[in-house]
T-cell receptor
């Protein structure tokens, strides 16, 4: 299994608060991705990174920001959490930008 | 824009029966194609992938998929379902000239004894 961890694994927060999710890899893969998974929508890309300090937006990036200061860490921040951001968030990594390996997920509930 | 369509959000089979999960994609160039499986409360796990070469691809747990360019399909099959195959399955296609994947909306497979 790819060495990918996500923290926290579960979080409940209130509307309007900032939230940061962390993805950590031990594989030294160049690419890292953040997805959200919602019933009926499959996986939707939020942001991704193709190197340290190199990031780009995905299809559902509004309300989210990311940072990657080290190869191994990719942070996802919800600047001001809303109930529509209640979801399961997955991090993925890729060596060459093709097949991806996924972390265990973070279940976020915004009340 | 490229897209992936998985026909049937739910598929039910009896243990020992053939499993067929359908995936069609739209792409103007030959894509890379993937099937992932997700067990409850877990992340996605790569089942198999097609890049180039042989169009019949074998994956883990007895699954295989065939790339048919003329039909723009990449259906997933398994000759004999097992109870442990119950999970959600996602088809994905590489987006042309990017480092991203486009996922289908998933098919939940139920296996009855």
């Amino acid at each position: 299994d790819a060495g990918i961890t996500q923290s926290p694994r579960h979080k409940v927060t209130e509307t309007g608060t900032p939230v940061t999710l962390r993805c950590h890899q031990t594989e030294n893969h160049r690419y890292m991705y953040w997805y959200r998974q919602d019933p009926g929508h499959g996986l939707r890309l939020i942001h991704y990174s193709y190197g340290v300090k190199d990031t780009d937006k995905g299809e559902v990036s509004d309300g989210y920001s990311v940072s990657r200061s080290k190869t191994e860490d990719f942070l996802l921040t919800l600047e001001s959490a809303t109930s529509s951001q209640t979801s399961v968030y997955f991090c993925a990594i890729s060596l060459q930008g093709d097949e991806q390996y996924f972390g265990p997920g973070t279940r976020l509930t915004v009340t | 824009a490229q897209s992936v369509t998985q026909l049937g959000s739910h598929v039910s089979v009896s243990e020992g029966a053939l499993v067929l999960l359908r995936c069609n994609y739209s792409s103007s160039v030959p894509p890379y194609l993937f099937w992932y499986v997700q067990y409850p409360n877990q992340g996605l796990q790569l089942l198999l992938k097609y890049t180039t070469g042989a169009t019949l691809v074998k994956g883990i747990n007895g699954f295989e998929a065939e790339f048919k360019k003329s039909e723009t399909s990449f259906h997933l099959t398994k000759p004999s379902a097992h109870m442990s195959d119950a999970a959600e399955y996602f088809c994905a296609v590489s987006e042309w000239n990017t480092d991203k994947l486009i996922f289908g909306t998933g098919t939940r497979l139920q296996v009855f004894p």
